[in-house]
């Protein structure tokens, strides 16, 4: 690798001492990590860039320049196999971004930025049909006093709603969640019902709806359960869709979480669970900072065993209401208990909603039409609605 190295940099030395420039060809330069891919997804508090690579580490740096603000990421023995889409720069914190190969095997990602922003770099390994990537997270320093007034007019707002629901879109950037025969993605499914969820909700008098995800980016499990637990909502719903690898399988299903995270005895509902709670290691968790102790172990207490009767009371009250979609067929009549990661918010009745089997074709073309996502919301709404009226008498 090294002699490969040595035999490249005298060739560019001497043609450029000779005034010659060739392209540098990639073939030569086989020894070095290529970057496959770059992809930014938006978050309210901060902009994720992915480099994907063809192998598990590079070595990387990152280098602040002002005037204009300027963040430089520096790869070694690495090489660019890969364009940038301007597009995804749009609404993010960069301004402009260049792919620039410095010398053979240093190459740099010039990011021109719009705010004052605190970087964080960590490698994520290859996972299902990602590769190993490079992940750079730019948080937005004024976000943490918007976020501050967030949560005050919660505070003043909450005063005034009766009812909080938090609905919480699965899934999300890096991690598309179930993809359908012909490529629906799960994310988007349950981002667009829970949308139209939100707006029913919030035109209810006396109901507010709030949404853990906003756009197409990635939230932790354990972000999901914590941007719940801030609002002190009445319920929790997690909205998916569900994937099988028999094409047949079909329905919507409720569960809710078991008591002491116990596994279900049923071998389908296990897989659904381990695909479900893998979302972190396919998003892009940094595991030596974003991961907070199980709240399971330490809070399943009476307040969850509470928090449990009412999920079951308010997942049969889902289920009445799907069932009522003509063109809806239930996978289980009853909720379900399994031990899913995003339910673990202790005092919060919290229900996770398979709206159909995106690997079933029938499904996924329902799925993708906008009129039969207004009925997922309108029977979502609905079920709601009688839980509340039933627990509060509101
Ligand atoms: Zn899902």
Redesign the pocket.
């Known amino acids: 690798m090294v002699n490969v190295d040595r035999r490249l940099l005298l060739q560019t030395l001497a043609l450029s001492a000779s005034g010659l420039w060739l392209p540098f060809s990639p073939a030569q330069a086989a020894a070095g990590c290529r970057v496959t891919d770059v992809r930014l997804w938006n978050a309210p508090d901060h902009t994720r860039i992915v480099l994907e690579l063809d192998r598990p580490s590079v070595a990387h740096n990152l280098t602040r320049l002002s005037d204009p603000e300027r963040l430089v990421l520096e790869l070694r023995d690495a090489e660019w196999d890969t364009l940038l889409n301007r597009d995804l720069l749009t609404d993010t914190v960069v301004r402009d971004m260049r792919l620039t190969t410095v010398r053979p095997g240093v190459i740099r990602a010039v990011m021109e930025l719009k705010n004052d922003v605190r970087p964080r770099s960590f490698m994520m390994k290859a996972t299902g049909n990602k590769g190993d990537r490079l992940i750079v997270d730019l948080f937005r320093r004024e976000a943490t006093e918007a976020q501050q007034e967030e949560r005050n007019s919660r505070t003043r707002s909450r005063r005034n709603s009766e009812v909080t629901v938090v609905i919480d879109p699965?899934?999300g950037g890096e991690d598309p969640?179930?993809i359908g025969p012909q490529g629906t993605l799960?994310k988007d499914i349950?981002f667009s019902v829970a949308r139209k969820l939100a707006n029913r909700i919030n035109s209810m008098p006396g109901y507010q709806a709030h949404l853990t995800r906003k756009g197409d980016y990635f939230v932790s499990l354990h972000q999901r359960v914590a941007i719940a637990r801030r609002h002190h909502p009445d319920l929790f719903m997690s909205l998916?869709?569900?994937?099988f690898h028999i094409q047949s399988a079909r329905g919507a299903s409720v569960y809710c979480l078991s008591e002491r995270g116990k596994p279900s005895p049923d071998r389908a509902i296990r897989n659904l669970v381990s695909?479900?709670n893998s979302?972190d290691l396919i998003g892009g968790i940094n595991l030596d900072q974003d991961v907070a102790p199980d709240v399971a172990e330490l809070l399943m207490d009476l307040s969850q065993r509470h928090s449990i009767n009412r999920s079951l009371v308010l997942g049969q009250k889902l289920l009445g209401s799907l069932g009522n979609i003509p063109t809806m067929r239930l996978h289980y009549r009853h909720v379900k208990q399994a031990s899913f990661a995003v339910l673990k918010a202790p005092d919060v009745p919290s229900v996770l909603v398979?709206l159909a089997f995106m690997t079933n074709p029938s499904e996924e073309t329902l799925l993708r039409k906008p009129s039969h996502q207004e009925s997922l919301a309108d029977a979502l709404c609905d079920g709601t609605r009688g839980y509340i009226h039933l627990t509060r008498r509101v």
């Open positions: 699965g899934h969640g179930a799960e349950v998916h869709a569900d994937a695909r479900e979302s398979e």
